[in-house]
Nanobody
């Protein structure tokens, strides 16, 4: 099963932007759905964005209009462009397959604070 490594997190001020990357250990061409998850402090992990192999996307209401998910099958990488960040976006971000989750990676920490 494909494994994922997340990167690109950091400390950013409210209103700032970050771009997260999710590198796969193998080909993602045949993976139907991939998603970005967020686990805020003291809360359960939640799916914030999902992209299907055909390119269609879905977002949680809390990030709609601010986050953009994309995938590059040639590079076996998925991305999450996060704009207009808010303190409530703080958390550890993970990537995985929503319909067939594999092992969870280490995630990448995003902290939005002034």
């Amino acid at each position: 099963q494909v494994q994922f490594v997340e990167s690109g997190g950091g400390l950013v001020q409210p209103g700032g932007s970050l771009r997260l990357s999710c590198a796969a250990s193998g080909s993602i061409f045949s993976i139907y759905a991939m998603g970005w998850y967020r686990q805020a402090p003291g809360k359960q992990r939640e799916l914030v964005a999902r992209i299907l192999s055909g390119g269609s996307t879905n977002y949680a209401d809390s990030v709609k209009g601010r986050f953009t998910i994309s995938r590059d099958n040639a590079k076996n990488t998925m991305y999450l462009q996060m704009n207009s960040l808010k303190p409530e976006d703080t958390g550890v971000y993970y990537c995985n397959e929503p319909f067939s989750p594999g092992p969870w990676g280490q995630g990448t920490q995003v902290t939005v604070s002034s």
